[in-house]
């Protein structure tokens, strides 16, 4: 089946540093990803679709310089938040459609920033 | 504005018992609804899809139902085992292009 991933799988980065996280497509091509952001005992919250070849779509109130967003490939798309403050610690998760109603889900990024 | 209810925070069951988890959107004109598993620091896995105009679906010991009067979709795990223990989030495509909007999750418990 379609597989998803994600690197790296947990990160620990101090108050003002920049964290890139890659979500891959591994066995299939994918020109719309999407990228999720957790809070523990909360839902998925969309941030941005990720578009190959073109800018990304954010959601209402993420912040498009925070979270910079580059699907340069059509396997690939990267996360980069830049200049972290702890509460930008979260799970992210990316997905790709395989099918035009099918996401398959990456298994997430654990970022702490301290 | 638009909004996905999932009936309760968390449910505990006895094995072997069906398990029903339930979905109430509002503000939407889904085609089709969602289910998905999450595990503890995993992302979600996709469950099942049904559409506007499907009642029910099927899949093993999974059941859903779709009712676009009442704006609610039910999941329902029959036979339950320990295994199925995990959070399940129902989830509608806001904008037709696979833009996800989840529910707010059920933490199911199986207890042997």
């Known amino acids: 089946g379609a597989v998803v991933s994600q690197h790296p799988s947990r990160v620990i980065c101090k108050s003002g ?25 909360q839902s998925l919250m969309l941030m941005a679709t990720s578009n190959e070849g073109s800018k990304a779509t954010y959601e209402q109130g993420v912040e498009k310089d925070k979270f910079l967003i580059n699907h340069a490939s059509l396997t690939l798309s990267t996360l ?33 920033v301290l | 504005s638009q909004k996905i209810e999932q009936n309760s925070e968390a449910l505990n069951i006895q094995e072997g018992k069906t398990a029903t988890l339930t979905c109430n959107y509002t ?40 009712d676009t009067t009442l704006k609610q979709s039910l999941f329902h795990i029959t036979a339950s085992q320990p295994a199925d223990s995990a959070t399940y989030l129902c989830a509608l495509d806001r904008t037709g292009a696979n833009n996800l909007f989840f529910g707010t999750g059920t933490r199911l418990t199986v207890i042997p």
């Open chain 1, 17 to 41: 540093t920049s964290v890139k996280i890659e979500c891959r497509s591994l066995d299939f091509q994918a020109t719309t990803m999407f990228w999720y952001r957790q809070f523990p005992k």
């Open chain 2, 27 to 66: 503000n939407y004109s889904p085609a089709y609804l969602q289910w998905y598993r999450q595990d503890p620091g995993r992302g979600p896995v996709f469950l099942l899809l049904i559409r506007e105009n499907e009642k029910e679906k099927r899949k093993e010991r999974l059941k859903v139902t779709f």
């Open chain 1, 80 to 112: 980069t938040v830049t200049s972290a403050h702890p509460e930008d610690s979260s799970f992210y998760i990316c997905s790709a459609p395989s099918t035009p109603q099918t996401q398959y889900f990456g298994p997430g990024t654990r970022l702490l």
